[in-house]
Each structure stands twice: as C-alpha cells, then as structure tokens.
T-cell receptor, first 112, second 109 residues
Framework: DADVTQTPRNRITKTGKRIMLECSQT?????MYWYRQDPGLGLRLIYY???????NKGEISDGYSVSRQAQAKFSLSLESAIPNQTALYFC???????????FGPGTRLLVL | GQSLEQPSEVTAVEGAIVQINCTYQ??????LSWYQQHDGGAPTFLSY????GLEETGRFSSFLSRSDSYGYLLLQELQMKDSASYFC??????????FGKGTSLLVTP
C-alpha cells in the first residue's frame, strides 16, 4: 500500500464551488505539506503543518485553507474555486530527522 | 525571498553524462535537494547537500558550493528511463522547500 495517498485523484468542478482534497499518510511523519504544480512553474508551497496544532502559510495560500485532523491526515480546501486554481496538487510528508519529502500521487483538479 | 534558476530543457544521448545546474538566492539556507519527476507522476527524492562538496549515489551525484550559491546534479551512464523533469529545491529554516521550475531531461538513443 502507498505510504501517502490522496483523494480524489481527479476532480472536475465549477467556478464558485467548495472543494476538499484529502491526504493521508502511514509513514508516521509529523510534517505534512500541500503544493500545487503548474506547467513550467515547478512546485509551489500552499500550506504546511509540523504537527496537529501547527499550520503555516506557504508561498501561495490565498484562496486556500487547510485542516490537520490528525497526525496522518491533512486536507486542503478551496472555499470558492476559480479557473486559475486548475492545477496538479501534491501532498507530501517529511521526517524531522531526515531531509527527504515523500509525495503522494497527486490530484488533478480542473475548475470550469 | 528565494529564487532558484535551472535550465528549462536538456537533451543528452543514452550512455552519456549530463549535468543540470542550479543557482539560488535565499535569505536563509540549510541545504539543496534534488527531486526527479516522471511525466504525470509524483516527485521522488534523489539527493541532499548541506555542506560543500560532492555526494554520490549510484549513477547520480550532486554537488554544492555554498559560497557560489550553486549546485548541480550529475547523471552518468544515462538510460532512457532517466528522461524526466529534475527539480532543485532549497530548504529554509522552517523545513519547507522552495523548488526551482524544473529541468526537462530528454535522453535520446
């Protein structure tokens, strides 16, 4: 089984709708991250969390919110989706003792 | 703020050696990482350099010069499966990563 899972894997929604992307991990890591990827722009950090009570904004947090429901779960919400939020979204985890980030398979989101 | 520069595309022949450079500007620096991403897939960790010098892992090596704010990823004995995007990333004091825009490597027969 995959260590970092994301649901849904693909989603089509309409402008103005609220949508939630979910991430779960079985690696036992405290640190979790949400990135978005656009063609030619690399990965940009949206939010990150170092434990259940710690939430931090990343480079591009406007229009997004997150919830860390448990050590293993970190959800990303788009309160009112807009077309320029169409992107590939990745969740990642890391261990404070190591430098490696482990990425989930990604969620492809299309906002019409 | 932070910025990272890397070439957008590199082409090399199977069996050859290729070097992907990365220069960075950052207000706080704790290390340079490299990630590989195949088309449509998840990024996967390749290497990390916190100190100056060369780190070798099989066919892949990574180099860092902190004084020059520069690093590179060296891929030897290129294989077709090495065709992918390669991202350098800088870790700041908060353990979050800032990624470059990526280098698309095409390995040709």
């Amino acid at each position: 089984d995959a260590d970092v899972t994301q649901t849904p894997r693909n989603r089509i929604t309409k402008t103005g709708k609220r949508i939630m992307l979910e991430c779960s991990q079985t690696k036992g890591h405290d640190r979790m991250y949400w990135y978005r990827q656009d063609p030619g722009l690399g990965l940009r950090l949206i939010y990150y969390s170092f434990d259940v009570k710690d939430i931090n904004k990343g480079e591009i947090s406007d229009g997004y919110s997150v919830s860390r429901q448990a050590q293993a779960k970190f959800s990303l919400s788009l309160e009112s989706a807009i077309p320029n939020q169409t992107a590939l979204y990745f969740c990642a985890t890391s261990d404070p003792a190591a430098e490696t980030q482990y990425f989930g398979p990604g969620t492809r989101l299309l906002v019409l | 703020g932070q910025s990272l520069e890397q070439p957008s595309e590199v082409t090399a022949v199977e069996g050859a050696i290729v070097q992907i450079n990365c220069t960075y500007q950052t207000s706080g620096f704790y290390g340079l990482s490299w990630y590989q991403q195949h088309d449509g897939g998840a990024p996967t960790f390749l290497s990390y350099n916190a100190l100056d010098g060369l780190e070798e892992t099989g066919r892949f090596s990574s180099f860092l010069s902190r004084s020059d704010s520069y690093g590179y990823l060296l891929l030897q004995e290129l294989q077709m499966k090495d065709s992918a995007s390669y991202f350098c990333a800088v870790r700041n004091s908060g353990y979050a990563l800032n990624f470059g825009k990526g280098t698309s490597l095409l390995v040709t027969p």
